[in-house]
């Protein structure tokens, strides 16, 4: 029922609601829509930017490779352009080893220049020249023996022949010229390092042009990582160089080393989408005249992680301009809204009977007009009313005073007197006490005065209710209860005496033998609050709602049914205190009621007793 209420009353029925969840509509789909090609756009450019650099990178190894397998070459072309140092190589190609070192030394003897010409000194000069050297060779293909030199400058001889080795078998395969290193010539020389690749150089006779031998140089694949150096930061994925048959000579992520990779088949320079360990972008560049590939590998993760601080970037901005698109747009129609609901509310209040209110709207635009329009309508209504209405009124109070006046107030208080004494002359203390209580009422009652003390008024409320206990003796009791700073305080006349009145017709079970009514005057953030409890029988929830209903009513209700003397209460408290004051009930069946009501304080030197302890008196 309160949703349904809620949305009527503010989605339904509210005409600036409904043009705020529009426009907001509207703002928020088309940032939606905005924001989400901005995203896909950068992001199209980011990963593009990524496979460019992946691509540079490649290249970057490809060149590096090339660079290599040029020193390599240019080894071979420098031993030709020495006819010294080429006839120095063909001799130990040709011939054996033992053979190579007599005919160096007859040559040194007889030509000390041809030292200079040194095919064992040459090549380890090479081997040291270079640090990504890590084994150069030279093989004979004639006496089947393979020289090996480390960077070191250590040199290894291994001396071979088909019958007992495969490796002379494998030296006459037609090989590219870049390979994984041969497993047979890794184990004859104790290589146990997977990250090498080797570079193939054939040596022939410069005479006969037959070929004679090979130069082989194993390289560090570490030495390939240099390439990529000005790629490392934005680097995605890995590179890694292939041979033919998808050996892997270099792999930057270190995990495919000494073995076939296993997604060799999928790779192809059409394909750039491949499904490998997860989805990937491929990107392949081939030198098939030195036999090898060399391929980049992108995860679509990394690329997905690579946009994701631009994916929250964009939803940062999104956010924050939806909240402006929407906040803005609300202060302004809040502004409009609240100034037509209180011209609503005022329009309300002036169909109830309340012509006091009035609208502070001084803008010059059309709400403002006809807020100050209705401002003057009000304005010549209460004139209107103050000429003829109020003119009745004041017409009927002066019948009514002079009707009153007829009654002399001391002629009535000096016979009560008179019978008063006449009761306690013939024993009758409690017809005595009762007459005492009901003259000091009717003095208070026909009192001049709109104001009393607090003291005074809870005097008056107890007198009353001693008239009550006297009268049904030991089952009826009461207690009066107040802070002592607020005996002097100000309060309206008789503003205790409907309520007490209220108990005694409505609430008070003559049947029960514990019927009681408390009175607690206290002082709660510059509230002055009275508090009136009773034990009686309570109100039905049903008649309790109509009675608060009726309590916020700005007039009474016509058939006055229970509820004129609180609402009277309530009513004097707001027009002299104004909005601060006010009157609560609260009430359940057969456990009693509690009404409330409170006021500010307002301070009166003068009425303020002396310091003493002084309070109004319990009744028992």
Known sequence: MKAHSFYRTFIKNNLFTKLLATFSAISVLTIVALAYLLYAFIAESVRSDILDNQRRAIEAVNSRLAAKHESAQRMISDVYSDQALSQNVSYLLSNSYAD??????????????????????????????????????????????????????????LEMNSSRSFIPDVMALDVPAFSAPNPWVSKGLALDDDRLYAVRVGVNNPGSLQKIGQLFVYYNSDGLLDALKGFKDALKGYILVLTPDGQVLFDSSGRYYGARYPYEAKISSINTSVQLEEPSRVAVLTNSSAGYSVVSVVPDSQLQDATAKLRRIVLFISIIGILIAILVPAL?????????????????????????????????????????????????????????????IRQRNTELSALQARINP????????????????????????????????????????????????????????????????????????????????????????????????????????????????????????????????????????????????????????????????????????????????ESSPGQGTTVELWFPDERDERNEPSKSNHAPKEGL
């Open 332 to 392: 302004a129609v809040s502004n409009v809204a609240r100034r037509t609901g209180s011209l609503v509310r005022l329009m309300r209040r002036v169909e109830s009977g309340d012509f006091a209110g009035r609208i502070s709207d001084e803008r010059g635009d059309e709400l403002g007009q006809i807020s100050q329009g209705f401002n003057r309508m009000l304005d010549q209504l209460n004139r209107h009313i103050e000429q003829d209405y109020k003119a009745e």
């Open 410 to 585: 001391h002629f009535l208080s000096n016979t009560l007197e008179v019978i008063r004494m006449r009761a306690v002359s013939q024993g009758a203390d409690d017809v005595g006490e009762m007459i005492y209580s009901l003259s000091v009422l009717f003095r208070s009652m026909v009192g001049s005065q709109s104001t009393v003390t607090l003291r005074e008024e809870l005097e008056i409320g107890r007198r009353y209710l001693e008239l009550f206990r006297i009268r049904y003796k030991n089952r009826f009791a009461y207690t009066i209860t107040m802070d002592e700073q607020l005996g002097g305080r100000p309060v309206i006349k008789l503003s205790l005496q409907p309520i007490i009145e209220n108990y005694i017709v409505h609430g008070l079970d003559t049947e029960r033998e514990n019927n009681r009514f408390d009175i607690v005057a206290s002082l709660d953030r510059g509230l002055i609050r009275i508090t009136l409890h009773d034990n009686g029988r309570g109100i039905p929830p049903e008649q309790l709602d109509r009675l608060q209903l009726r309590l916020q009513l700005p007039s009474p209700p016509e058939d006055g049914a229970g509820s004129f003397g609180l609402h009277s209460v309530g009513e004097r408290l707001r027009l002299v205190y104004g909005q601060g004051a006010g009157l609560s009930i």
């Open 100 to 157: 190579y070192i007599r005919y160096r030394i007859d040559r040194y003897s007889d030509e000390p220049l041809a030292a200079y010409a040194n095919a064992l000194t040459y090549f380890q000069h090479r081997a040291a020249s270079d640090s990504d050297i890590h084994r150069l060779m030279i093989y004979s293909s004639v006496e089947q023996y393979l020289y090996a030199w480390k960077t070191s400058g250590s040199s290894h001889l």
